[in-house]
Structures are given as C-alpha cells and as structure tokens.
C-alpha cells in the first residue's frame, strides 16, 4: 500500500498545480512551498525545535495552549509551527506564539529527511489526525518522540480500515496518542493499540482562557439593547436556509451573522438577502447600533468574544465539511444549534446529551427548537446552565498533554 500512498500525494500535487489557475488558496499552497529547503533553513536560529503541526486553522486552536504551555515550562527550547492549509498558514504565519512558522512540505521520503535535517526536533506534537507516513518514518528512525494530540477516532476511519493497516503499524509504535474522549481509547485498544490515553480537549483550555479575558464591546451592547441577541458562527449559506428567515420575523431578537467566509463577495450577498436592516461591523457606530436589526462581522477574530453576549447561536458548518468550533460558544453558556454532519465531534454529541446543543437538519425542526428556548424562559436557562457547565467539567487537558510532552523530553 505504500506505492499507493505515495502515488495518491503525486496525484494530489498535480490537483493543486491545475487548481492554481482558479484557486486562490491553492496557489497560495504551492507558493508557501516554492523552494521551501531554502527558505526554511534561512529560519533557522537554533540547533533543535520542539516541532508542532496543525492541519490548519481550527488544529492551530487546539495547539495554542499546549504551546503556551510548553514555552512557560520550557523558556529556552524553541517552536517550529507548521501548517498544511493555506487558511491556518495565512491567518498565523506571524503569531509570536512560535520562533518559526511555515507550511509542511508535502510528505514523500525525501521531503521528511530534509525538513528533518533543518529542524532537528526534540519531540514532535501532531494535534488530532496527521498521520504522514514518511514522516512518521522518519521521526521513527531518527529515534524522535511523536505525539498525537487532542485526537478522536471512531470505526471506519482509515488508520483503522484493513487498507489503513500500513499507518496503524506506525501510529501504534509512536510515542503516544492523546486522545479526548472513553470512546476512543476503547476504539484504539480494540484494535491493539497500546500507546494511549485519555486526555481530553485542549481547545477547552483555549475557550476558556479567551472567556476570561473577553474585551467588551459598548457598540455592540447598544445594538442589543433590551433584546435577545441570536448569533450565528461561522456559517455557510445551506445554515443560513434554516434558521435566517425565522429570526428574521423576531423583532424582539437581535441577530448577528458571522459567516465563514468574510470577502467582500460573501458580505455583499449577505446584506443583499437580509436588507436594509443590517450593518457591517466595520461601519457601526453610535447611529445605527440602535437602529439595525442584523450586525455582519466582515472581519476576522472577534467571533470567539461577541459569543459573551449571546442567547443562542447557530453553529455552522454542519451541512458542508463539518461543525466549526461549538465551544467557543458553549463556554459563555450560549446554547448551540448546528446541522447533521457532526458525529465526528464528541462535543456535538456530548452537548446533545447534555442538553445544551441541538441538531436541526431541516427548517421546520429549527423552528420548533428555537421556539422551545425562546418562549419558555426556563428552558432557556436551563440549556445554557447544561452548555457551560457540559465545557467547563473537560478543562485540564492542557496539563495533561505537557505532562506527556514532558516525559517525551526526558525519556
């Protein structure tokens, strides 16, 4: 199967160069990879990193508290960051939290030894599900403890598949797989894993040190006024034809819309379908604060605080890839809508459990749901207090990965 492997990432190298020509964020991928051996060793400042990769964007908030943790503990090592996605690299390529930022090179076996050879690193932390096989390879040889971080699995997934069988010899002598839930670990040591361990979710950690220092925004408090205030995250347009037309007849609601996608094409749709009761963040202002119904956020970053002041929320994504990051949200004690494709995040399900998430996978059941909160009062309270308190009891992760990061170094 590794002949395969390795004629699928050829393949997938040449879908990138041919969507280049249309694609902005593929031509972006090839760019930040365009003499890389080069470019990377001019970085360089140090004899050995403690190396961290991030998928892209929503990885990269599962890696930034194990990080701060790791450069606290350990003041003098240096971080190498890597992205694979131009939507993490792009947006982070130059947060102070690492000395050195840059896309990972395509996995081939040359490539691992090179980047290798610059980075030397210590140990290497992998959040959820990279399981690059020349890499794991080569980190393998070079004697280099790898950990995988905040993962999930359940039955199907590759790794675990009979065709999967070449990757899970490898993952099953890395270092350790950290992973976030019971129902994982049973998963992996049913099929014989032995190197695991329940350590929860980091991106927990990460809500709630953002919760604790959320600035206050009075524009935004003067846009509610008295009103309940809806807000919806990070959403796609199959979201928004399930729950914008029933908050939009609620006058007694205030909305915000955050959508996933902030270009200037993406904001113009959306102002055209909601009308002339919306304003853009960018132009709020003392004005029409009091006077709009709808605020869009055209801008990125301020999404995780402006939950502080929610009622309810819509999360998106899950009628496309998957839902987007439901805690950001829950940590306020906002209860969470968000669509069907969400099984592969144990929170989606564990907030249904709990009571403070709801799957809607058609408007007429949004409806319903959103009525229930809405007009009872004591339903409401009651899903918030179970959304908070379902994000609060899983804190501690954080501690529990550097605690394995640390006997990594010292092994």
């Not at 194990?66 to 190498?80: D, H, R, S, T």
Request: positive net charge; charged residues 20%; contains cysteine.
């Amino acid at each position: 199967m590794r002949w395969l492997y390795s004629i699928s990432l050829k393949l997938y190298w040449l879908f990138i160069v041919l969507a280049s020509f249309f694609k902005p964020k593929a031509k972006q991928w090839l760019a930040g990879r365009k003499h890389w051996r080069k470019h990377f060793a001019s970085k360089k400042e140090a004899s050995s990193y403690l190396w961290f990769h991030a998928a892209s964007l929503g990885e990269f908030e599962s890696a930034k508290p194990i990080i701060e943790a790791v450069k606290l503990a350990y003041p003098n090592k240096k971080i190498w960051l890597t992205f694979f996605s131009p939507s993490g690299y792009e947006l982070r390529k130059t947060d102070p939290i690492a000395d050195v930022i840059t896309y990972l090179p395509l996995d081939s076996r040359k490539t691992a030894r090179d980047f290798l050879d610059i980075v030397q690193p210590e140990v290497a932390v992998f959040i959820r599900y990279e399981f690059w096989l020349h890499y794991l390879d080569e980190l393998h040889a070079r004697n280099v403890p790898l950990l995988i971080a905040s993962a999930t699995f359940r039955e199907g997934q590759f790794l675990l598949r009979h065709y999967g069988q070449f990757i899970k010899r490898r993952a099953q002598r890395l270092f350790a797989i950290l992973v976030q839930d019971e129902k994982s670990m049973a998963l992996l040591q049913k099929h014989g894993f032995t190197n695991v361990a329940i350590a929860g979710d980091t991106r927990v950690d990460r809500v709630v040190k953002i919760a604790s220092t959320a600035t206050r925004f009075p524009l935004v408090e003067k846009f509610i006024g008295q009103k309940k205030l809806f807000i919806a995250g990070s959403c796609w347009p199959p979201d928004e034809d399930v729950f914008l037309d029933r908050v939009l007849r609620d006058e007694n609601t205030r909305v915000i819309l955050a959508p996933h996608e902030v270009h200037e094409a993406n904001i113009t749709r959306l102002v055209r379908k909601v009308g002339n009761t919306s304003v853009r963040w960018s132009q709020l202002n003392t004005t029409n604060a009091e006077n709009a119904h709808v605020l869009i956020i055209d801008n990125i970053g301020l999404l995780s605080q402006v939950y502080q002041y929610g009622d309810m929320a819509f999360v998106g994504g899950g009628f496309t890839t998957g839902i987007h990051n439901l805690l950001e949200a829950t940590v306020y004690g906002c209860p969470v809508f968000f669509g069907p494709n969400h099984k592969a995040f144990p929170e989606g399900i564990g907030l249904i459990e709990a009571g403070g998430g709801f799957c809607v996978d058609q408007k007429a059941l949004f409806e319903q749901q959103y009525e229930a909160l809405l007009s009872h009062p004591a339903n409401l309270k009651k899903a918030a207090t179970a959304a908070k308190n379902y994000t609060l009891q899983r804190s501690g992760a954080t501690a529990k990965t550097l605690n394995f990061i640390q006997k990594a170094l010292e092994r």
